[in-house]
């Protein structure tokens, strides 16, 4: 059975960085995509960023040039660096994987995570 297992949110100042991380479990081979979504108060969930097998990456707009995803195949491990945070990232932050796409939409992933709180003050 896959699990993932977020952890790293936390609260922080507009300006400052997070750290997320995604420990994979319940599977042999590699998922094809993982990928970071988040969800607002009140907003639909929506995808930060996404990752590949061939290491090929996407992001929203919104947090290109301050949030890079990473991947560690060989722990199952997904990370995301967060850095100059505004208060409009503010989400439960989920961490997903499917084995057949890769894109931000929320439907298009089989396995996701629980999700860990990330709160950005002005």
């Known amino acids: 059975q896959v699990q993932m297992v977020e952890s790293g949110g936390g609260s922080v100042q507009a300006g400052g960085s997070l750290r997320l991380s995604c420990a994979a479990s319940g599977y042999t081979y590699p998922m094809y995509c993982m990928g970071w979504f988040r969800q607002g108060s009140g907003k639909e969930r929506e995808g930060v960023a996404t990752?590949?097998?061939?290491?090929?990456?996407s992001y929203l707009d919104s947090v290109k040039g301050r949030f890079t995803i990473s991947r560690d195949n060989a722990k199952n491990t997904l990370y995301l660096q967060m850095n100059s945070l505004k208060p409009e990232d503010t989400a439960m932050y989920y961490c997903a994987a499917d084995r057949n796409r890769c894109n931000l939409v929320p439907d298009n992933f089989s396995y996701w995570g629980q999700g860990t709180q990330v709160t950005v003050s002005a």
């Open positions: 990752h590949d097998v061939h290491s090929r990456t």
